[in-house]
């Protein structure tokens, strides 16, 4: 029986790992986004079963997951750039920022929430690897289902809570109860003045016309098969409500179209990240 306190990434993470990689490999440059650090902590063999799903992709999956990653990660820049040193990334997973930004992240103390399990192996894996755990990457282990306090793990590990701060979900609410994610935002709302969080979240597949649609619920098949269904979908209403009623009174929303827009605008390729994913934006 497999350790649980060091159980690898679940297929989606390796997936996603695979898909930023393969951005890099196969689609025509100039790149939206470059990672093809993320798939070495991957064993081969793992790496070799996701890389068989890519073929059943939707066309523009590694456009989606570029323009999502790319505004992250614009957006730290930003608010480095503005002072902010603290950056919080819940469900992290096989996120590489530390690895592939080292300038950046040394302005920065970096904290990678995740479930304890696969945070074990990550930890693991980075220092076979030779990465290491920097000093200035604190890995916080954290089941968000189990009702519990991420904000006092963070403290723990380091977080002054008294200072403000990004903090960063994506591709993860689709994977939690509408619970787990109002508890989430409610424990963000109660960071310091100044903060900044970005949220990504799935529609309602009824609320999308054609490709967009048909991408959809090819992600949510093979998110089932692979054991890791999307249990929760918010129309951009109810994603401001929740928001509000976490105590934010300054949030809105980014749709997807238009992150698209601003980032394949220019391409002559054709390259198009399908819709279905909105983001979260608010300040505390």
Same mark, same amino acid.
Request: charge should be negative; hydrophobic fraction near 40%.
């Given at each position: 029986?497999?350790? /649980?306190r060091t =159980?690898?990434?679940?297929?989606t993470a390796?997936?996603?790992?695979?898909?930023?990689?393969m951005?890099?490999q196969?689609?025509?440059?100039?790149?939206?986004?470059?990672?093809?650090?993320?798939?070495?902590?991957?064993?081969?063999?793992?790496?070799?079963a996701?890389?068989?799903t890519?073929?059943?992709?939707?066309?523009?999956?590694?456009?989606l997951l570029s323009?999502?990653?790319?505004f992250i =990660?614009?957006?730290v820049? =930003?608010q480095?750039?503005q002072?902010?040193?603290?950056?919080v990334?819940?469900?992290?997973?096989?996120? *590489?920022?530390?690895?592939?930004?080292?300038?950046?992240?040394?302005?920065?103390?970096?904290?990678?929430?995740?479930?304890?399990g696969?945070?074990?192996?990550?930890r693991?894996?980075?220092?076979?690897l030779?990465?290491?755990?920097?000093d200035?990457? /604190?890995?916080?282990?954290?089941?968000? =289902?189990?009702?519990e306090s991420?904000?006092e793990?963070?403290?723990?590990?380091?977080?002054?809570?008294g200072?403000?701060a990004?903090?960063?979900?994506t591709?993860v609410?689709?994977?939690?109860?509408k619970?787990?994610t109002?508890?989430t935002?409610?424990?963000i709302?109660?960071?310091?003045p100044?903060?900044?969080?970005?949220?990504t979240?799935?529609l309602?597949?009824?609320?999308?016309?054609?490709?967009d649609?048909?991408?959809?619920?090819?992600?949510?098949?093979?998110?089932?098969?692979?054991g890791?269904?999307f249990?929760?979908f918010?129309?951009?209403?109810?994603?401001?409500?929740?928001a509000r009623?976490?105590?934010? *009174?300054?949030?809105?929303?980014?749709?997807?179209?238009?992150?698209a827009?601003?980032?394949?605008a220019?391409?002559?390729?054709?390259l198009?990240?399908s819709?279905?994913e909105d983001?979260?934006m608010?300040?505390?």
């Amino acid at each position: 029986m497999a350790d /649980r306190r060091t =159980e690898a990434p679940d297929s989606t993470a390796v997936r996603v790992a695979l898909w930023r990689a393969m951005h890099v490999q196969a689609d025509p440059s100039p790149h939206v986004f470059e990672d093809e650090i993320g798939l070495r902590p991957v064993a081969p063999t793992m790496a070799g079963a996701a890389a068989r799903t890519w073929t059943r992709a939707p066309p523009a999956g590694s456009g989606l997951l570029s323009w999502r990653a790319r505004f992250i =990660e614009d957006l730290v820049v =930003e608010q480095a750039g503005q002072g902010v040193d603290q950056y919080v990334i819940l469900g992290a997973r096989l996120d *590489t920022f530390a690895q592939r930004r080292p300038e950046l992240a040394s302005r920065l103390r970096i904290f990678e929430v995740d479930q304890p399990g696969p945070q074990a192996w990550k930890r693991r894996r980075l220092i076979e690897l030779g990465c290491g755990i920097p000093d200035r990457l /604190r890995l916080v282990p954290v089941d968000f =289902e189990a009702s519990e306090s991420w904000t006092e793990q963070l403290t723990a590990a380091g977080f002054d809570p008294g200072r403000p701060a990004v903090i960063v979900s994506t591709g993860v609410t689709m994977y939690l109860t509408k619970d787990a994610t109002d508890a989430t935002l409610r424990q963000i709302a109660s960071l310091a003045p100044g903060s900044t969080p970005a949220q990504t979240f799935l529609l309602p597949a009824e609320l999308l016309d054609g490709a967009d649609r048909s991408g959809l619920q090819a992600s949510a098949k093979g998110a089932r098969a692979s054991g890791t269904p999307f249990v929760s979908f918010y129309t951009t209403q109810e994603m401001l409500a929740l928001a509000r009623e976490a105590g934010f *009174t300054d949030a809105g929303n980014v749709p997807g179209a238009l992150l698209a827009e601003r980032y394949f605008a220019d391409r002559t390729d054709g390259l198009r990240p399908s819709g279905g994913e909105d983001l979260l934006m608010a300040t505390t």
